[in-house]
């Protein structure tokens, strides 16, 4: 009885069960189909905003168009106005360069391509509306087509401040050299005081860098007539050419009347050119300094040290052991000393060159470019072997490497030889002078 029960009630429990389950399955499943096609419908029709103008049809013009567009470039073109007399004047009849499209279309440019539709003008400016505009009553046709920038000359430019800085950095040393420099008359005419007696009578105040006598002439005479009774003097310092001008005033038993250089040359620069400015473009100046207390370094190693303060050039030994005069660039003389601590470099000293100094550097550069460093290819300094007259060293060599058939201070080898003094007489050889210039004495400037 009890199995009996127990087999009864467990049919009915299950099939109560199953009718639940099947209705809930089937829901489940009405609902999925239901969710796919949801989804369907909307992968396949998205929520995307379209843009207005993404239906425009885009307007096809008909060859003749194109070709008619292309015309107006070219006719317009600046490059041809210039060239074309008759649509230059066509264009420039009117302020505002508008044109008759019928003139337009008897050029014969236009006239092939137009066959009588004047239309395409009106399809023309259409298509590039950016290049070309008709008036309201499209009968006229202007270019408004925007000519691109010229292509700024960076060459020209960089060209133009340079030769403006060098001619500013000529202006401050040219100042600055006027400020040490002293202008003085009075002196007797025959017999003119020599050089040499002028200097004994200044080298008492200071050091005498320069000294020149003026004299008649002009031109290619300049400075080569008769004495005039006056002269210029440079010192080391402005300090040394104000005292000359306080205490220098007679010069046997002759009153002189002194002035200051810069103050001279402003007196005469008003006194004949009124307000107008020096023109520097065309002077070729040199910036040089002189060194002493050189004879423990070589060449090379004067330049390295030299570099480490400004751009360095050719340097030219002087008669006097470890002596001689370098060229800098982009810097006054007077930049480049004030950098300087004493004015030294290492156990190097340097100073304002004298004119005797500059003389010489300037005669061998001169001599220099006349015959050609090395007479041949592979000319300069010379190369491996000495400074003789091997291939490539500034004697007559030919190209290669200088010293292979030297003679001048070589060794049977061919090897270099010793730098141990680089200012001895056969280095001077290698400029092809005797060098008859001797050292200034270089000390501390006196205040």
């Given amino acids: 009885m009890s199995d009996q029960t127990a087999v009864d009630t467990k049919p009915i429990k299950d099939e109560s069960m199953n009718e639940v389950t099947y209705e809930e399955k089937a829901e489940s499943a009405q609902t999925a189909v239901d969710t796919k096609d949801e989804t369907m419908e909307a992968v396949e029709e998205p929520s995307v905003a379209v843009p207005e103008d993404a239906t425009t049809t885009k307007v096809e013009y008909p060859p003749n168009v194109h070709k008619v567009h292309r015309q107006l470039l070219a006719i317009f073109d600046p490059e041809n106005i210039k060239k074309d007399n008759f649509f230059r004047e066509l264009v420039e009849r009117d302020p505002e360069h508008w044109v008759l499209i019928k003139k337009l279309s008897m050029i014969k440019r236009f006239k092939e391509i137009l066959e009588g539709d004047l239309s395409l003008f009106e399809q023309a400016v259409a298509l590039a509306p950016q290049d070309f505009e008709l008036n309201e009553e499209k009968t006229q046709l202007r270019c408004i087509k925007k000519e691109p920038e010229a292509k700024k000359d960076n060459h020209a ?132 300094v002189e060194y002493s207390n050189g004879q423990e370094y070589s060449f090379k190693e004067i330049k390295e040290l030299v570099k480490t303060v400004a751009n360095v050039g050719r340097l030219e030994p002087l008669e006097t052991k470890g002596t001689g005069v370098l060229e800098i660039f982009k810097t006054t003389p007077e930049e480049f000393l004030a950098k300087l601590k004493d004015q030294k470099l290492e156990n190097i000293n340097f100073c304002l060159v004298s004119a005797a100094a500059r003389t010489h550097f300037n005669k061998i550069q001169k001599e220099a470019a006349k015959n050609g460093r090395g007479n041949g290819r592979g000319g300069g300094r010379g190369g491996r072997g000495g400074r003789g007259n091997g291939r490539g060293g500034r004697g007559s060599g030919g190209r290669g490497r200088g010293g292979r058939h030297g003679d001048n201070n070589n060794n049977n080898d061919g090897r270099k030889r010793g730098n141990d003094n680089p200012n001895n007489e056969e280095i001077n050889k290698r400029a092809r002078t005797i060098v008859e210039v001797k050292a200034s004495a270089i000390t501390a400037p006196t205040k």
């Fill in 157 to 288: 430019d960089n060209v133009d401040k340079k030769t403006a800085h060098n001619q500013q950095v000529i202006l401050s040393h040219f100042e600055v050299q006027n400020k040490r420099s002293i202008y003085s008359k009075g002196f007797t005419i025959d017999p003119e005081p020599t050089e040499a007696e002028l200097k004994a009578f200044y080298g008492k105040f200071g050091r005498v860098l320069a000294l020149r006598h003026r004299r008649e002439g002009a031109g290619n005479k300049r400075n080569e007539g008769p004495f005039k009774g006056s002269i210029f003097v440079e010192f080391e310092t402005p300090e040394i050419a104000q005292r000359v001008v306080d205490e220098a005033t007679t010069y046997n038993e002759m009153e002189l009347t002194n002035m200051i250089k810069g103050d001279y040359v402003e007196m005469k620069r008003v006194e004949k050119f009124s307000d107008a400015e020096y023109n520097f473009s065309h002077i070729a100046h040199r910036h040089l």
